[in-house]
């Protein structure tokens, strides 16, 4: 038994970042949360949700699992406006999700989550870890956009450095300590990472948000950040890009 309202810009805000790297998920119902973990085909980046009980207006559950095509998701979540809230109810008989938003209710078939993976989460202490708000890295995302298929992402004591070089063409964004959240970087951490998986995620994180950027030399990054007053957690890895001599 699954039932629960919520926010649907809360919703939405899960799903749309979710989708950016898969089609399909599985959702691991709890007594008093949410979650689940996906990784991309080709297994460059992977995330980790977290949804607590608390981020839904109310919430009544227990152990299963759900597999939902997200496409069929949006497109539920089109039909809500910014104020709406979602009832969702899971019918195990039936195999089914039901949506209620106002006098609309649409219902959809699950998808079976045999097949679908369960990643495990890597274990990795990165040295530097920059705290920023979301709005300067897609301010800085929409310059490096067509320069090069790359980008490089660097941290030291003095500052975060965000930037993109083509064969003619670049574009940077330097944010000095002073204009940062958070900084903890005793030297200079540094690491090329694939432009598009980490441009999809950056536009789909709702304005406002604050982000922790964790990175070191060569290694994956890993981006945390929150949804729903704090009770929705994120951690996105990405691999990094490894320039041979």
Do not use: W
């Not at 979710?18 to 089609?23: K, P, Q, R």
């Amino acid at each position: 038994m699954f039932k629960a309202e919520i926010k649907s810009d809360v919703l939405k805000g899960i799903v749309y970042i979710v989708s950016t790297l898969v089609d399909e998920v599985k959702f691991s119902i709890r007594p008093d949360s949410v979650g689940l973990k996906a990784i991309d085909p080709a297994h460059v980046a992977m995330i980790e949700v977290n949804v607590s009980s608390k981020a839904f207006v109310s919430y009544s559950a227990d152990e299963s699992e759900i597999g939902l095509d997200l496409d069929k998701v949006k497109s539920v979540l089109k039909l809500a406006g910014p104020s709406d809230n979602i009832i969702m109810e899971h019918d195990p008989d039936q195999g089914r999700l039901t949506f209620r938003i106002g006098n609309i209710t649409r219902s959809m078939s699950l998808v079976d989550t045999g097949s679908m993976s369960d990643p495990k989460v890597p274990a990795i202490d990165l040295s530097a870890e920059v705290q920023v708000g979301i709005d300067q890295l897609q301010r800085g995302i929409r310059a490096a956009e067509s320069i090069s298929d790359h980008i490089s992402l660097a941290a030291d004591p003095e500052g975060f450095e965000l930037s993109c070089k083509g064969d003619t063409d670049s574009a940077t964004l330097r944010i000095p300590a002073s204009d940062l959240m958070g900084l903890k970087s005793e030297g200079r951490a540094f690491s090329l990472y694939p432009l598009d998986y980490f441009s999809n995620i950056v536009k789909v994180i709702p304005a406002g948000t604050a982000i922790a950027i964790q990175l070191d030399n060569d290694y994956p990054v890993k981006l945390l950040f929150n949804l729903a007053e704090g009770e929705a957690s994120f951690v996105y890895f990405l691999a990094p890009r490894i320039e041979s001599d």
